[in-house]
């Protein structure tokens, strides 16, 4: 009973927050929303605790391990075994895998394997979410490409699009995860769920965008996915995306030696000012968590790690989802299962301030108009983003025991 009250709240509060930036609440149709949720609710128990769920989680989990080893090959011979010996652990084992998976990606989408994928979905997704085809298109091509290389698949009608159907694309592509990626936060989560959060993530982005940004496509145009790769050999596009592989990886590992070395600095700041007035034991961190710890405990975390576990998620939104999966693992023997359980939900999202300046600069490049739209409403992408994080989080919180 304490499960479906916390999610009730939860569910009441992430509307509310929702409705306070609404564009539009007359155009908000409530009857896509409910739907939503239903469907969204019984996924995460398939996922999270049916036996037929969690098989097929083992089956994914299983496939990217055996994916994981290919590239290890590939990285052992590189880096002569110093994975083997514990050297460079974090790069070698979790970044590298990177240029692997991004190479595969490639290859699908070169042979138009994804494409014709992500239109089926989207088409489905459509019928359920009541939004227009794109938009069903980009939550699925979001998830596989990637959320700045999503973006080139529309530069042929980036121009033609409102601003609503903009923030929509924009915050699609911030509220999930690319698949290059997963191999890497399988390393440092439980595969189930990261599996579960992809899904969940998908659903919650439509409903929290229901809300936030309603409206209807009265004649649905015919904005098709474009060839990324038109006019490329196959060897050309192999080279891009492998390329665009390590360009993430390395751009990941920049990120993450300057944010933990910034929070550092910020811990270190926070304990030495609240040194000078005899406060003890407060840093940045855990400053961050008292602001988030509502939002934790309402989630369905147990009061008594409601704090540590609002401290990551904080960290999450200043810094990314690697730096407070890290902090995670630091403190995972101290968490209950099910505090485990909610909190990774939450971070397997691109719903960080980071993240505005890359989907901002990616739609730029193709189109500077849109980049510059996109721009001026990114803090409010990151709200709706987070808000999608939290509502994830709180269904997961609802069917974990």
């Known amino acids: 009973m304490s499960r479906i009250l916390h999610f009730v709240l939860a569910l009441a509060v992430v509307t509310i927050l929702a ?29 999270l605790s049916s036996e037929v769920g969690l098989g097929f989680v083992k089956g994914f989990s299983d496939f990217f391990e055996k994916l994981l080893g290919y590239a290890a090959q590939g990285t052992g011979f590189v880096f002569g075994g110093m994975s083997d010996k514990g050297l460079a652990f974090f790069f070698l084992n979790v970044l590298c895998p990177i240029v692997f998976i991004s190479a595969l990606i490639g290859i699908l989408q070169h042979i138009r394997v994804l494409p014709v994928v992500i239109r089926a979905i989207g088409t489905v997704l459509s019928k359920i979410n009541g939004m227009g085809k794109l938009e069903s ?27 609503k159907r903009m923030y929509t694309m924009a915050a699609t592509a911030m509220s999930t995860v690319s698949m290059s990626i ?41 904005l098709q996915i474009g060839n990324i790769h038109q006019g490329q050999s196959f060897f050309e596009m192999l ?78 939104l200043v810094s990314n989802e690697f730096v407070a999966m890290l902090d995670l693992q630091k403190v995972a023997t101290e968490l209950s299962p099910r505090g485990v359980g909610i909190l990774s939900v939450f971070l397997v999202s691109f719903a960080n ?20 739209v996109v721009s001026r409403f990114g803090l409010k992408l990151l709200y709706g983003s987070t808000l999608v994080s939290v509502l994830s989080a709180s269904i997961a919180g609802l069917v974990l025991a």
């Open 182 to 222: 997963v191999g890497a936060y399988m390393t440092m989560l439980e595969p189930r769920f990261v599996v579960a959060a992809l899904i969940l993530n998908m659903f919650s982005t439509f409903i929290v965008l229901s809300l936030i940004n309603p409206y209807k496509v009265d004649s649905e145009e015919d």
């Open 239 to 316: 080279g891009e995306y492998i390329l665009a592989g390590f360009k993430v990886a390395i751009i990941v590992a920049a990120m993450l030696i300057g944010f933990i070395a910034l929070i550092a600095a910020l811990n270190g700041l926070t304990e030495w000012i609240f040194t000078l007035f005899n406060v003890q034991g407060m840093s940045f961190q855990k400053l961050l968590g008292y602001v988030f710890y509502p939002f934790a405990w309402m989630m369905g975390v147990p009061s008594h790690e409601a704090l540590q576990v609002g401290s990551i998620m904080a960290t999450k």
């Open 19 to 47: 409705l306070l930036v609404s564009r539009d609440r007359k155009n908000i149709r409530l009857r896509f929303i409910v739907q939503l949720l239903v469907i969204e609710v019984l996924l995460a128990y398939f996922f």
């Open 353 to 372: 301030f980071s993240s505005i300046g890359i989907v901002a600069g990616a739609i730029k490049g193709l189109n500077e108009h849109q980049g510059n």
């Open 137 to 163: 298109f980009n939550a699925v091509s979001s998830l596989i490409l990637g959320q700045s290389e999503n973006f080139i698949a529309y530069k042929d009608v980036l121009g033609k699009m409102s601003e």
